[in-house]
Nanobody, 117 residues
Framework: QVQLVESGGGLVQAGGSLRLSCAAV????????MGWYRQAPGKQRELVAF???????NCADSVKGRFTISRDNAKNTVNLTMISLKPEDTAVYYC???????????WGQGTQVTVSS
């Protein structure tokens, strides 16, 4: 049983910052990548950023320069540091983990991020 435990969402004013954390707990082996997606009301879920076990990072253009993803391989955790937040960043943010040679795909329960103008 694998569980992704997310924390760090909340309400912040535009220009503010938040840090999201996700820990993968349970019987999980060979994590290939960890990352974050988000889904705003009425929109499709979209990639925010991910980082592979080898340290390769991919970020959405809309967050480049403002969001930073980092990972602790030993603890199976991934963090998303968000600065200069904008109202359009408001969404439910989901942690995602790919493992076992990219065969297994796990999702967190989601954490709400609300940015007020």
């Amino acid at each position: 049983q694998v569980q992704l435990v997310e924390s760090g969402g909340g309400l912040v004013q535009a220009g503010g910052s938040l840090r999201l954390s996700c820990a993968a707990v349970g019987s999980i082996f060979s994590i290939n990548a960890m990352g974050w997606y988000r889904q705003a009301p009425g929109k499709q879920r979209e990639l925010v950023a991910f980082i592979t076990s080898g340290g390769i990072i991919n970020c959405a253009d809309s967050v480049k320069g403002r969001f930073t993803i980092s990972r602790d391989n030993a603890k199976n955790t991934v963090n998303l540091t968000m600065i200069s937040l904008k109202p359009e960043d408001t969404a439910v943010y989901y942690c995602n983990v790919l493992s076992d040679n990219w065969k297994k795909n796990y999702w967190g329960q989601g954490t709400q991020v609300t940015v007020s103008s």
